[in-house]
């Protein structure tokens, strides 16, 4: 926080909220196309026209060169010219034959602000290669680009100042910045760096013990086992789990039409929790989500696992209440294309459905190669609820634990059962009699039978039995698959042999053996170290969540229209360490986290000069910086990188000391029978429903990665601060997640119920400290912003409570002070 003087609680409540700051140095126009415009195209084009979605009319707006292009129609923007861009004309729906987004509208506040873009010039800088499509897919010329090229171990390379780097990633890193003629900047404080590895590697701040225990000491060794500590801790593991969700489509909700639970999606999130944990190999880990129920196991824990891990090709969004089967069937497995080509290799699978490619060297062969292992997979069923289906759920192998839950279920099952046998004697008696009481007494025994039969139907739907996953199983009799002209499934072509992608191959297509699917092949293909994508586009996921940015900065698409590698040779050394090392994501973590660029301040301040030419110019160096490397990819400072929903509530939860120790099981809170819509079942029943209307209490103060995840409407109860902090629409794949700067953010900290309640909490915690005022407010700044406060802070702070105290007890003037510090920028954002 800024040692502004604080005066009244409104105003000092008002100055502290949140004014997120940009984390990149831009120009103005640049900054209005990533604050205004980007979240537009990003949330209502992309799904269309982007290479993570599809590509209709040829048209792509996740680049500056794919406007620039256009589509069949011609450029879709015309820079400087509002009337005569294509794209202004599509979203003002001033043309029938040409109205974008197809569904619905734009607000006309977000077609003011596209239009304020081409007026202003267009300025976009997304950087990619301008490639022009070309018909025609040559293998041998795609296999030219740089990502399907093998990955070759570089050594670090020589550096100038040899005494700056600490590990072989700080030498590729400063070579870059020598050739450049820049300095990195100096080290952040130790508060800052120990803030900045905790939230990164678990989601949660440090506490005042971890801060005094790091300050102390005075080893050489301190980082190491600060980094070691949080990554042996189950908050790194829920922590990464969370990153990897945002990948696979996580709900537990199936599909978007209506509230239909998915009661089993809970068991793949704790399997990622799991797999975290251990430090699963990555390959083990890529082999048990494509293929865990056709690997051997060596025990009923293992096949268990297996199969829960293959609940990544089901876990996403599908229309289960399609009338047209086949083109739900379809639809379904293009999503798991696509999911499997972003997710693992940074491919644009997606666009190949109806037409070859149109920039990479990916063919409809390819696409239908793939695409025919997912469809000789089980992966969904016709329920007996009129038109619904359902996403596929097999048995798992029942443990003892299973078998005693089942049992209590029931046994609480044959309570309910004779209590409602007696209360209908009882009826039974009473129906006879005429004398008030008697007639009274029978109302309530109708009353008590009723809530007895929605709470017993409630128990046999939802009664444990055996154990289900959600996952999947090669179809009795797997088959090619022929194309599918313009995506349409009653329109065949061709049948295209099961296979995997040709451009990414070092050899022949492997045999698939009758009666398997191929997907074990697939997985097979995608863990091998010969594979060029897999490793790094791995690391780069790592190092993007790390340092905000990737080495490749479009994170899901490696293609030909992507961003290059800003450091090539790191980026592959990265990725043959990380094989090398046994595929361990615990140790690539480390090193990264253990390097001096890690260590660097986010602020672009000043260093001593490395033949920098800014100097020579009477420049300072950080003018130098920003004017050679303004988006900072040559990484001279650290990027700053804003909190994200989960850590934002999760922060809260740790500076008032009431986060729950983790659980685990089941988010939605499906086990209370006013939660479930639907029950009892006939003959004619639609599929049960759940709106939320009852949590469980224990969720109030659990890690938001246990909270109940829906694809419609509001996040549930406490989660619903993810809805205004940017979590990831569930039926998308995310590898980075927008920051948006929006006045609901201001407005949710200044009034939310949870911000309130945290406070309070905070508050009360402080006061059964002891010591005096100052003391607590030390302890505040160190729970909030994990630093000291500073002398200003101190007294702003002192008086700012001898002010909130009239009219209030001690607990709200010291709730006010908390609420204040949760709505500052250093306590929402990561530095």
Not at 72 to 87: I, K, M, N, Q
Not at 88 to 100: G, H
Not at 796 to 807: H, I, K, N, V, Y
């Amino acid at each position: 926080m800024n040692p502004s003087r604080l005066r009244t609680s409104r105003s000092f409540l008002l100055g502290m909220v949140v004014g997120i700051v940009l984390t990149v140095e831009a120009t103005a126009d640049d900054a209005f196309f990533r604050d205004k415009v980007e979240p537009i195209l990003r949330e209502r084009c992309y799904e269309c026209h982007s290479h993570n979605g599809k590509i209709k009319g040829g048209l792509v707006l996740d680049s500056r060169s794919g406007w620039q292009a256009g589509g069949d129609s011609g450029p879709a923007v015309v820079p400087g010219s509002v009337e005569t861009s294509r794209l202004i004309e599509a979203v003002r729906y001033t043309n029938p034959d040409m109205e974008m987004p197809p569904k619905a509208k734009l607000a006309d506040a977000e077609i003011a602000i596209l239009e304020q873009w081409v007026a202003r010039g267009a300025s976009d800088p997304r950087e990619s290669a301008a490639i022009v499509a070309k018909p025609g897919i040559d293998i041998e010329d795609g296999r030219k680009h740089w990502a399907y090229q093998p990955v070759r171990d570089s050594a670090p390379p020589v550096v100038r100042d040899q005494a700056w780097p600490m590990t072989e990633v700080d030498a590729f890193l400063l070579a870059k910045l020598e050739a450049a003629g820049l300095a990195p900047v100096a080290e952040t404080d130790p508060h800052t760096w120990l803030r900045r590895v905790t939230f990164d590697l678990t989601g949660l701040p440090p506490t005042e013990e971890e801060i005094a225990a790091f300050l102390a000491d005075g080893s050489p060794q301190a980082h190491e086992r600060v980094v070691d500590r949080l990554l042996a801790s189950r908050a790194y593991a829920e922590r990464w789990a969370r990153h990897w969700l945002d990948l696979v489509g996580y709900a537990e909700q199936i599909g978007t039409e209506g509230k239909i639970f998915a009661e089993h999606a809970w068991r793949y999130r704790d399997y990622l929790v799991e797999s975290y944990h251990s430090d699963k190999p990555y390959d083990r880990f890529v082999r048990e989500q494509l293929a865990g129920d056709l690997l051997p196991a060596a025990s009923p824990e293992q096949r268990r696992e297996q199969l829960i891990a293959t609940g990544f090709i089901v876990l996403g969004d599908v229309d289960i209440n399609a009338i047209d089967k086949l083109k739900m069937e379809h639809d379904f497995i293009d999503g798991q294309v696509n999911k499997v080509g972003t997710v693992f290799l940074g491919m644009t699978l997606g666009c190949v459905r109806c037409h070859d490619h149109k920039f990479d060297a990916i063919g409809q062969q390819d696409y239908y190669a793939v695409a025919g292992m997912f469809r000789s997979t089980k992966t969904t069923f016709k329920t007996r609820h009129g038109i619904w289906s359902n996403v596929h759920r097999v048995p798992l192998p029942e443990l003892e634990e299973d078998r005693l839950l089942a049992a209590k279920h029931e046994q609480t099952l044959t309570a309910w059962r004779q209590e409602k046998a007696g209360l209908e004697s009882e009826s039974k008696a009473l129906d006879s009699k005429t004398d008030e009481e008697s007639k009274k007494r029978l109302d309530e025994v109708k009353k008590e039978i009723t809530a007895l039969e929605l709470r017993i139907s409630h128990g046999e739907y939802f009664h444990p039995g055996k154990p289900q996953a959600l996952a999947v199983a090669d179809v009795r009799q797997p088959a090619d698959m022929r194309v599918t002209i313009r995506g349409n499934p009653y329109a065949l072509g061709d049948t295209m042999p099961r296979g995997l992608v040709r451009v990414a191959m070092w050899g022949p297509q492997p045999p698939i053996p009758a009666g398997q699917s191929g997907r074990l092949q697939l997985a097979e293909w995608i863990a091998d170290a010969r594979n060029p994508l897999t490793a790094r586009v791995a690391v780069n996921r790592v190092w993007q969540k790390l340092f905000g940015e990737g080495l490749v900065r479009s994170v899901d698409y490696f293609g030909t229209r992507g961003d290059t590698p800003s450091h090539p040779e790191l980026l592959d050394h990265l990725a043959h360490r990380f094989m090398k090392e046994g595929w361990s994501q615990k140790k690539l973590i480390r090193t990264l986290a253990l390097s001096r660029a890690y260590r660097l301040s986010s602020e672009g301040t000043p260093a001593d000069s490395r033949n920098n030419p800014s100097q020579s110019a009477g420049l300072p160096e950080s003018a130098g910086r920003n004017t050679v490397d303004p988006e900072n990819k040559l990484l001279w400072r650290m990027n700053r990188q804003r909190l994200d929903a989960e850590s934002i509530r999760d922060a809260m939860l740790v500076a008032s000391g009431r986060l729950a120790a983790p659980v685990g099981g089941p988010g939605l809170p499906l086990e209370f029978p006013e939660n479930i819509s639907g029950l009892p079942l006939t003959e004619k029943s639609n599929h049960p429903q759940f709106a939320i209307k009852t949590e469980r209490a224990s969720q109030v103060y659990e890690r938001t990665l246990y909270l109940p995840v829906v694809r419609t409407g509001t996040q549930p109860g406490s989660a619903r601060l993810r809805d205004v902090f940017d979590f990831p629409q569930p039926a998308q794949l995310t590898g980075k997640r927008n920051e948006t700067t929006v006045p609901t953010q201001s407005l949710y900290l200044l009034n939310a119920d949870l911000i309130r309640e945290r406070g309070e909490d905070l508050a009360k915690s402080l006061l059964d400290t002891t010591g005096d005022d100052a003391a607590r407010i030390a302890r505040l700044w160190l729970r909030v912003l994990n630093r000291p406060v500073t002398n200003a802070e101190r007294e702003d702070s002192l008086a700012f409570l001898a002010e909130a105290r009239t009219g209030r007890d001690e607990t709200a003037a010291w709730t006010e002070l908390a609420r204040a510090l949760f709505g500052t920028n250093e306590f929402l954002l990561r530095f």
